[in-house]
């Protein structure tokens, strides 16, 4: 991944043509601006502490060759994808960069790495892919000696597949594409898509809760999560690959979702299913946002809902019919058409099936039935293929805005489904408010794109100019958003996690002491207090 | 529920008329024995231990009429109904009695109980249904001024339905039939139906992640559960009713299953759906127990399971068969039909379908297509109407069987697909030679019950011969059938929770760290360590 975005250099996804007219006169930017980073030779990176006793240590644990401190292994695990991490490293700012990036290749190492670090007091942050969006993986050094990244990128080897039982344990390390096609190989597919499919790891999907593009079909991963083996300061947590158990608390939750602060996820067994031989994605039309999501929930509540279902408010709906690869499908199809349904300007909705060809049929029959009787327009598949094509292009675009001096930052919830109207709207009254306020108008979009039978997950993108101060400015909208969620009865993420930026609303989701519980099992397990400090706990 | 056995006085479900040559001839049980329980004066009850100054901190919390300490308040929450349960009480033995039964009627109260039995040093023991078979609510009074058993009967007045989200608000105390009546008439269902239904709580569902005859298709509690609300002496430990959230590990999971060692579970939000209009019970034969556990698996993984999903092995469906209600219907269906069809001495499956008229239809003749691919021949309705007939009896059989000296027991665990034969062998091998090497040859019998994409559940039943110390020869067949579960890869239990009788196995599962990390928790919840002493954690 380049130090500065998205993607591997050379691979960039253009704004298209529309964007710039658009981005003027909607928020008042200036095509002319280009704030591009800077040179990688005038990134400011701190010099490195890491004290001689714990490289030794390191060294013996892992291998001298996989302890570095090379500027370019530094500054890439300084900061992860969010929008403040980008706008800090374009500018040059790698100051939260570790002091040394350590790569074990076994669970076995990964315990001597810890042993080395409590006993030296070194922070250890576990790192997968990098791509948290939530501060999940910037190296806090506050009060330690010093503080590693542990890049688990060599745990990598293992997909070992029971087909009787549809599971499979992978090593932490396997990054989506790779672990999903050993799977296809061997016929079975996780069906687990984020946006950050390309570049995000098994690990850091379980240590986040991550939720996919088709989890409404496929489960969550914490619902697709059998088994955790997590390496810990004080000693191994495993728990054992049965279908379920009461054998008191679920261990196995207190490790998905620990985003690193109680130990290292080293394996998951996770379960699959045969890999689709079919597809079919299509798009629908609903009049407002509301009809839609009532359709959806109907759809959903009847157990007849796709595996991708993803509904775009009116705003996003026209940004992108304005600017997106549908655009051009929705010209095709007419504005006209969608005039005379009293669809004009409404809510572009997303389906997607997989499977056999029959089971695909069937239930993309069923399903457009209950969507039609809840006042959807069919669109045929020409948006949703346009949809599947781009569906990880997003993170791409975003370097490109940054390019434009744009603010472009994403959020996420999820509520029951009778507060879900009300809760997009104080969300996205929060962000507006916030930042034409601030004299920068925003763009606020927002699509359901997570079905459950008790509520939908709501997911924000908005769009300002953005200012000289650009991380004064997200701060503000970040946290007008974020108390209008808890205020709101939302949940602060549906699939973020909670890393850095989240931790100041964990108590009004968790109370007092749901925290206070979460640090007894820190304390337990990693009593020096070196694991990912500065994440998930206030 | 009467205080030595099962149901209220004047219910019993006699024995089939068959049944005592059957005890005879298998077990060698002498037809003429009868140990009956004492007569109530004779059970011996120690000296309530209540300290003055307890008694008045409870009385000011709950009011004096609140807190009991009659003989028959007493015995009534000495012991659960496991099997060495009964033994004991219905010898005379209520040793276990707590020294008072207090009954909050609100969380408040439950807090105002549990300030001052950790002032006090007083145990104190959630009790919802007192149905456990585990020993979880059997009072321990080991190194505490006294112990109570606090009856939550009285948390049972809401049900707050959210009909568009389909949830449901419930309070802890409410009984399985009372909370399903309730929902039933706003035309929704839980779902959930254990053997215990008649007699245990919402509460004690969620404390103990119970699962239901039905929970293939509506799910575990664990599953049903959006969140919880649960009193611990150190305050109110909360979570938040959204479908899903990645804040964090899940406390939610945390509640779930903690057996009153953390605190009282007042309340919970379940998700719930609408109540069915249509139904399907049916009888299926397979030949071997292999074939229909593959023909299970195949129809669970299609996603084609019904809402029911029974299998018997040869020794259960020959006891089935001989004695129970589907006996009859066995005989009408004819053994030659089935021996022309290589099944004699087969197994038999009961599938239950609930829904609507079409969905019932739909899912019906799916399932029946792959059961016949799978080698299932249909046996109709009569089995199925009959096993719904007496789905909760078997608790009733236990009773008339204690009269006959005989041992019953029931005990289960749950695999992976690729190990579930496996298991079952050696789990019905351990009973069998630990009994018949007592001199007391058994019967063991099993089902499978509960379906999942990746494994399933056994459930084992075993008659013998009563030794006359009934608690030795229990714990040695215990002790055998666990050591054989945990060695072979199951889960220690899969619905019945850990109580008392489970935690020399939680190791096994958890590992020490895993429970290392469960203390901590009760720790700084219950720094008296007055919850539910003895339970869940060795």
Redesign the interface.
Known sequence: MRWWGWGEDGHAVPLPPAAEGLLREELGADPSVRRSPVAFEKVSVPEARLPDAARERLASAVGAASVRDDRESRVAHAVGRSYPDLVRIRSGDASSAPDAVVLPASAEQVAAVLAACAEQRVAVVPFGGGTSVVGGVEPVRDGFAAALSLDLSRLSSTVEI?R????ARLDAGLLGPAAELRLREEGVTLGHFPQSFEFSTVGGWVA????GQASTGYG?I?ELV?AVRCV?P??????????????????R???????GV?GVICEATV?V?PAPRAWRYEGWSFATFAEGCDAF?VME?AGGAADVNRLSDKDETRLTMALGASGSTAEKLGKRFLRMRGHEGGCLAILGFEGDEEGVEDRRRRAAGLLRAGGGVALGHRPGDAWRRGRFAAPYLRDELLDRGILVETLET??????LGALHGAVGEALRSTLSGRGTPALVMCHVS?L??????LYFTFLARQEEDALAQWRAAKIAASDAIVAG??????????GRD?RRW?AA??????I??????K???DPAGIMNPGK?LP
Do not use: C, F, K, M
């Open positions: 029971d009787t039982s549809l599971t986040t809760r991550s939720a969550r914490d059998e810990t004080a000693g191994e947590l495993g728990t054992r690959a049965v279908p379920a158990s009461a054998a008191g608390p679920s261990l939750e207190l490790v998905v979702g620990s985003e109680l379960r299913r929930r509540q999820a509520t029951s489904w009778s507060n997570h459950y039978p008790s509520g939908a997950s009865g939302g949940t602060i993420t549906h699939h973020h996690a909670i989240h964990l989701e968790s109370g007092e002491l749901g206070e519980l979460l640090r007894a099992a304390e337990r397990v998930l």
